[in-house]
């Protein structure tokens, strides 16, 4: 078996990740006030429905390793493209409640099948000195995904089903690019690698805590992801256009996640974790207290896009610390616990905008995130031993070292042919020819 150009497989990576993640999932925040203008809903209604691929999202999840497993990573990514082909047309032709529900729940199912498609394909065909570096680059598509929602905005004003259409062609790009750029993988262990060890009652104590800092940061970010651009155009009568650039600078800073997090783990989590957490909170009240003015709205963008990045890929590299040798679990845990966080309050925050208003209802908001910043000395870092043992061994990259272990406990140093037995990979014909 011949690797795969991790480069090349971090670009596909990004691409379809921008694709599923950032114009399936999150830019329907950006869409919100056109499409609840147009359909008359109600703020409780749309906030129902922002959930619901958020719900269809950890469903799939669920069951998404074991899809993977048996019919391989390169279907499992042109499944997951063909859902957001399917999600996004019908949320271009929605008339109503009803098949946008469908059409943004066919969205989530998407986002599920996406990163554990292709996690289980880097894990198996590309060197694993360079996992973190690609598991950065295809992370960073979510952003790049954001911010290439906002050219449908400012060019085509008020017309969020061309948006939306738009969006459509870009998905059926990406089930060509997963078909014939993605190898069909399935099982991805290589067989000199040690069964992972059983989790213990303290690591589930730890990840459990984990999952409830993950839940509660979706929880509070759940707000501006739904109802930002929504609070700048009728609470500060920004245009729709001028709301799209509120998506593009949260794009644009979310880049920087990835470093924020790595640098986290080189430090302190639990000190950039209440950081990265108040300055989210700040986000929240800096766009309730003046969304008439562009330039602070746009800073508040900025600084949310950098902190819910920052926060996301913690939670990942802590998740993958936290779980060695379970290559499935890791990686999902963090993502499901956040979109849990945002099904929950994606309603609620709805409820609230509906009854209270929203500069109330995000201070509500804003203030639950300050509470749970309080808290950041709880967040399961590295404990005393784990830093002695692995003193100079920090960042996304030794995670992914410590993923796979040997007998002995050390590292798997890289993929080789011979690691991965024959029917652990399925190539697809073309790759065989080659190697032939």
Same mark, same amino acid.
């Given at each position: 078996?011949?690797?795969?150009?991790?480069?090349r497989?971090a670009?596909?990576?990004?691409?379809?990740?921008? @694709?599923s993640?950032?114009?399936?999932?999150?830019?329907?925040?950006?869409?919100?006030?056109?499409?609840? &203008?147009?359909?008359?809903?109600?703020?409780?209604?749309? #906030?129902? @429905?922002?959930?619901?691929?958020?719900?269809?999202?950890?469903?799939?999840?669920?069951?998404?390793?074991?899809?993977?497993?048996?019919?391989?990573?390169?279907?499992?990514?042109?499944?997951? $493209?063909?859902?957001?082909?399917? #999600?996004?047309?019908?949320?271009?032709?929605?008339?109503?409640?009803i098949?946008?529900?469908?059409?943004?729940?066919? +969205?989530?199912? +998407?986002?599920?099948?996406?990163?554990?498609?292709?996690?289980?394909a880097?894990?198996?065909?590309?060197?694993r000195s @360079?996992? /973190?570096?690609?598991?950065?680059?295809?992370?960073?598509?979510t952003?790049? /995904?954001?911010?290439?929602?906002?050219? $449908?905005?400012?060019?085509?004003?008020?017309?969020?089903?061309?948006?939306?259409?738009?969006f459509?062609?870009?998905?059926?790009?990406?089930?060509?690019?997963?078909?014939?750029?993605i190898?069909?993988?399935?099982r991805?262990?290589?067989?000199?690698? &040690?069964?992972?060890? *059983?989790?213990?009652?303290?690591?589930?104590?730890?990840?459990?805590?984990?999952?409830l800092?993950?839940?509660?940061?979706?929880?509070?970010?759940?707000?501006?992801?739904?109802?930002?651009?929504?609070?700048?155009?009728?609470?500060?009568?920004?245009s729709?256009?001028?709301?799209?650039?509120?998506?593009?600078?949260?794009?644009?800073?979310?880049?920087?996640? &990835?470093?924020?997090?790595?640098?986290?783990?080189?430090?302190?989590?639990? @000190?950039?974790?209440?950081?990265?957490?108040?300055?989210?909170?700040?986000?929240?009240?800096?766009?309730?207290?003046?969304?008439?003015?562009?330039?602070?709205?746009?800073?508040?963008?900025?600084?949310f #896009?950098? $902190?819910?990045?920052?926060?996301?890929?913690?939670y990942?590299?802590?998740?993958?610390?936290?779980?060695?040798?379970?290559?499935?679990?890791g990686?999902?845990? &963090?993502?499901?616990? +956040?979109?849990?966080?945002?099904?929950?309050?994606?309603?609620?925050?709805?409820?609230?905008?509906?009854?209270? #208003?929203?500069? %109330?209802?995000?201070?509500?908001?804003?203030?639950? /995130?300050?509470?749970?910043?309080?808290?950041?000395?709880?967040?399961? /870092?590295?404990? =005393?031993? =784990?830093? =002695?043992?692995?003193? %100079?061994?920090?960042?996304?990259?030794?995670?992914?070292?410590?993923?796979?272990?040997? =007998?002995e406990?050390?590292?798997?140093?890289?993929?080789?042919?011979?690691?991965?037995?024959?029917?652990?990979? *399925?190539?697809?014909?073309k790759?065989? *020819?080659?190697?032939?």
């Amino acid at each position: 078996m011949q690797q795969v150009s991790g480069m090349r497989f971090a670009l596909v990576g990004a691409i379809l990740i921008a @694709i599923s993640f950032g114009l399936a999932r999150f830019a329907f925040g950006l869409f919100v006030p056109q499409i609840r &203008a147009d359909l008359e809903l109600s703020a409780n209604t749309i #906030g129902t @429905i922002a959930a619901l691929p958020l719900i269809s999202f950890v469903l799939i999840s669920l069951v998404a390793p074991l899809v993977t497993k048996y019919v391989g990573a390169r279907n499992t990514t042109v499944l997951s $493209a063909s859902f957001a082909v399917l #999600g996004l047309a019908l949320v271009s032709q929605a008339r109503g409640p009803i098949l946008l529900g469908i059409g943004v729940a066919a +969205c989530g199912i +998407c986002t599920g099948l996406m990163m554990p498609a292709l996690t289980a394909a880097m894990q198996a065909l590309v060197d694993r000195s @360079i996992h /973190g570096r690609v598991s950065s680059v295809m992370n960073a598509g979510t952003s790049i /995904g954001v911010a290439l929602s906002v050219p $449908a905005v400012v060019l085509l004003v008020g017309a969020w089903r061309y948006a939306y259409f738009s969006f459509t062609l870009f998905a059926i790009v990406g089930v060509f690019l997963a078909w014939y750029l993605i190898p069909s993988v399935s099982r991805v262990r290589p067989s000199n690698a &040690a069964p992972p060890p *059983k989790i213990t009652v303290r690591q589930s104590w730890r990840l459990f805590s984990l999952f409830l800092f993950a839940f509660a940061m979706g929880f509070i970010a759940s707000a501006y992801w739904t109802f930002g651009p929504d609070l700048a155009i009728n609470l500060g009568a920004l245009s729709s256009q001028q709301s799209g650039w509120l998506w593009l600078a949260l794009g644009v800073a979310g880049l920087g996640g &990835a470093i924020i997090s790595d640098l986290a783990d080189r430090n302190n989590p639990a @000190i950039t974790h209440a950081l990265m957490l108040m300055m989210l909170t700040t986000s929240l009240t800096l766009l309730a207290a003046s969304p008439g003015q562009i330039y602070l709205a746009i800073f508040s963008a900025m600084i949310f #896009g950098l $902190a819910y990045m920052s926060l996301t890929g913690l939670y990942l590299m802590t998740a993958i610390r936290l779980l060695p040798g379970h290559l499935s679990v890791g990686p999902v845990l &963090a993502f499901v616990a +956040c979109a849990l966080g945002q099904a929950v309050g994606s309603p609620i925050i709805g409820l609230f905008v509906g009854q209270f #208003g929203y500069a %109330d209802s995000f201070s509500i908001f804003a203030a639950a /995130g300050i509470f749970i910043s309080l808290l950041s000395p709880l967040y399961p /870092g590295r404990t =005393e031993e =784990e830093a =002695e043992v692995f003193e %100079d061994e920090t960042g996304l990259q030794a995670a992914y070292d410590y993923q796979l272990q040997n =007998e002995e406990g050390e590292p798997l140093e890289m993929n080789n042919p011979e690691e991965v037995e024959q029917d652990e990979l *399925k190539l697809p014909d073309k790759s065989n *020819k080659e190697n032939q």
